[in-house]
């Protein structure tokens, strides 16, 4: 078998596996037809050699080995003792499997063997890609550098977006025009991180929400990683992803293998957003638990923001009965239940209930928030240890660190190595108990710093082995409470990978409650993770991170989309406000189902705006979100052009939030289509390809539309 080739549902993705010679990316992009074959694009694609370089062109290959002789570019990066580098990796067997293959390579000078494990998924159209290197020598080999595979991309996709960020700034995107040489991301933070979300999008310059060629790539890994882009002297363009390795962090004893973390990628001729719900399907189809995707994801109350340390049963149970009373569903008891933990200084690690705060234990509350029909949520930070604890005092070994070296001080707390067996037995040991001890049914599971020095008791690195542990102690923990919800929660998005969403239910956005903000953030976030899986929360009026103050309604409609929850003391916020969110959590809950399983529809708008709207497969009724987050720059806003709908059909237009609009100058647009109250029908067509007129509303404001086939 020379080529394998994969069809998706609007692509076309063919192999070049001849035998003897190194496996390459032939072909990735719009579906060919039928009849078109490998041999012919390899025609096609035939380089010559050039004066001042190679005199052949220098193939490409899957993992840009030394062997290959490129002067540019050396991928995959491996010896034993100073020898043994200059691998080339041949092709030795290729099986077809379902729409996918397996490409097994041997290089028969340096003993290794390099396996390709490939998926082109039929029904989410997304391209999987893994690989696995196994030392065959019968010495060591040290592996510097893998990463999972190297896909070529045409050269006509000039732009790259790379995702950037802070804490309370996650999912920024910046895009930049490709140059010559590498476009490189590096994290080196031990968890995904805030600054470098490992995702890259590739696309011509006009490529929008709508139209046009786009490439996107993730690297469903939690840890380390390096993310490029090398546009090669030749002109050739290829995108990369791997783990980052530590020296010496990966060393294969003979017969041993390393897996580097799957590419998940996929194409799209029709813009950003089609290719967002191609990864949004992704998720749903291929991670989330079956019974997790069809349970309505239940409204959440959040203790941080509204006690922080100050945790009293009596004040907890009465916000608990407020909560209830707004139509909350679950409560979420955050950090501060267990040891010494009443500030952020101390207790990390002790994972017992504390005395001195519950001396009853958290059974009455529990009892309390369960009696209330709400189902109860706990938070952990499992890896992290204050040296003020118990488990330091006891155990000092078994946290990360540079022997010699002082610890870079973060949060007040060290890193446990839960790649050791005992301390990983230890963190199970006790989760297990609290879980089996209470009826709980859901974690919030955090991780509130960087691996700064990430060495074991061995003085080896351990960054790898920790992510690897980390996944391994959630599966273990869900074996265990399958009926556990888990939600990645990392200093708010530093890890909301798709390597950690394959071990756990959902992901806390970001700390910042700010709605203007969460509006970009939680657009970021929608290139890869639908909206379900975000945790987002209506924060305080007075917004504790950016002291913005902002309306209850559209505090309320930026958390309307994703997992809705609050996070706001319920004993001190306005009435008339809580009156607010009660109506905002009834229409939440009203259209959870289509904000959860339809397709997202990101829209491009002017810049005062940002606009989206989530379609219901079978395109019967829609519900779409505009902010207005500054002033308009002109007398009146554009107009909104409903993506997605059913150009064919009839659509019931109405305003649904807010519930009480109140025209800055009357009559507007809803009052004289009766928007907020009847609505009006429109055509698909119309709304799709006119758009409607938007009203001027003030800024800081966000409308909800929603529309029904009528
Ligand atoms: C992190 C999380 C917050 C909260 C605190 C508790 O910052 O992102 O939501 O849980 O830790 O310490």
Redesign the pocket.
């Known amino acids: 078998m020379h080529h394998i080739r994969l069809d998706g549902l609007d692509c076309s993705v063919i192999f070049d596996c001849t035998k003897g010679k190194p496996p390459s990316l032939l072909y990735w992009g719009a579906a060919l037809a039928e009849w078109v074959e490998g041999a012919a694009l390899e025609k096609l694609a035939i380089r010559q050699g050039m004066h001042g370089v190679a005199d052949i062109s220098l193939p490409l290959s899957l993992a840009m080995e030394p062997g290959l002789g490129h002067p540019m570019l050396h991928g995959f990066a491996a010896h034993r003792e100073g020898r043994d580098w200059g691998s080339l990796f041949e092709v030795a067997k290729v099986a077809a499997e379902g729409n996918g293959a397996r490409i097994i390579c041997r290089d028969e000078r340096t003993k290794l063997g390099l396996e390709y494990a490939i998926d082109l998924d039929r029904e989410t159209d997304v391209l999987r890609i893994g690989s696995t290197l196994t030392n065959y020598g019968d010495s060591a080999l040290d592996l510097n550098e893998m990463p999972t595979a190297f896909l070529p991309v045409p050269a006509h996709m000039t732009h790259i977006t790379g995702f950037t960020g802070r804490w309370t700034h996650e999912f920024g995107r910046e895009r930049v025009k490709r140059g010559s040489g590498t476009y490189l991301r590096e994290n080196r933070s031990g968890r995904t991180s805030h600054f470098s979300y490992p995702a890259l999008l590739l696309s011509g310059a006009q490529a929008s929400e709508s139209s046009g060629e786009v490439y996107g790539l993730h690297l469903a890994w939690s840890g380390n990683h390096r993310l490029r882009v090398d546009t090669l002297t030749d002109g050739r363009v290829l995108a990369s992803m791997g783990a980052l390795l530590f020296p010496g962090e990966i060393r294969l004893a003979p017969g041993e293998s390393y897996a580097a973390p799957e590419i998940v990628a996929a194409y799209s001729t029709h813009g950003f957003s089609a290719l967002s719900r191609k990864f949004h399907a992704h998720v749903r189809e291929k991670l989330l638990r079956p019974a997790m995707r069809a349970k309505p994801r239940p409204v959440h109350y ?1 203790t ?1 923001e509204a006690v922080y340390f100050d945790h009293d049963t009596g004040k907890l149970k009465e916000i608990a009965t407020r909560a209830a009373a707004l139509g909350v569903e679950r409560f979420v008891l ?3 239940w267990f040891g010494a933990r009443r500030n ?1 200084l101390a207790g990390l690690g002790d994972w017992y209930v504390s005395d001195a705060v519950y001396p009853q234990g958290l059974k009455p509350l529990v009892d309390h928030v369960t009696g209330l029909g709400m189902e109860f949520g706990i ?1 952990f ?1 499992p890896e992290m240890v204050n040296p003020d604890s118990d488990l330091y005092r006891a155990h000092p070994d078994w946290a990360l660190k540079i022997e010699g070296v002082g610890q870079v001080p973060f949060r007040t707390q060290y890193v446990l190595d839960i790649s050791r067996p005992d301390v990983a037995e230890y963190l199970f040991e006790r989760i297990d108990a609290i879980l089996s001890d209470h009826d709980i049914s859901y974690i ?1 599971w ?1 991780m ?1 710093r960087d691996l700064s020095h990430p060495g074991g008791t061995d003085g080896m690195a351990r960054a790898a082995a920790q992510v690897r542990a980390l996944y391994a102690l959630l599966d273990r923990i869900r074996a265990a409470h399958p009926h556990v919800e888990i939600e990645s ?4 998005g530093a890890r909301a990978d798709m390597g950690v969403l394959a071990h756990s239910d959902r992901v ?1 956005t970001s ?1 910042s409650n700010d709605a203007l903000d969460r509006q970009h953030i939680q657009r970021g976030a929608s290139f890869f993770l639908p909206p379900e899986i975000l945790g987002c929360h209506v924060g305080p009026a007075h917004c504790h991170v950016t002291g913005r103050r902002l309306s209850m309604a559209m505090r309320a409609a930026t958390a309307f989309s994703g997992h809705m929850g609050l996070e706001l003391n319920l004993l001190t916020e306005r009435e008339t406000d809580l009156e607010q969110l009660r109506e905002a959590i009834a229409l939440h809950k009203a259209h959870r189902m289509l904000l959860h399983s339809g397709d997202l529809y990101r829209l491009d708008t002017a810049r005062e705006n940002l606009a989206f709207g989530v379609v219901a497969r079978d395109k019967g009724e829609a519900l779409f979100s505009i902010a207005y987050m500054t002033g308009d720059a002109h007398v009146l806003p554009g107009r909104l052009h409903f993506a997605g709908l059913d150009p064919t059909r009839n659509y019931r237009l109405r305003l649904v939030w807010p519930q009480h609009w109140a025209a800055v100058k009357a009559p507007s647009l809803i009052e004289q289509l009766h928007l907020g109250g009847k609505g009006a029908v429109f055509s698909g067509d119309a709304l799709i390809k006119a758009g409607l007129q938007l009203p001027h509303a003030q800024p800081e404001t966000c409308l909800l539309f929603y529309l029904a086939v009528s």
């Open positions: 959040n941080w955050d950090d501060g952020d938070w930070e919030k955090d509130n929660c990392s200093s708010g806390w700390d």
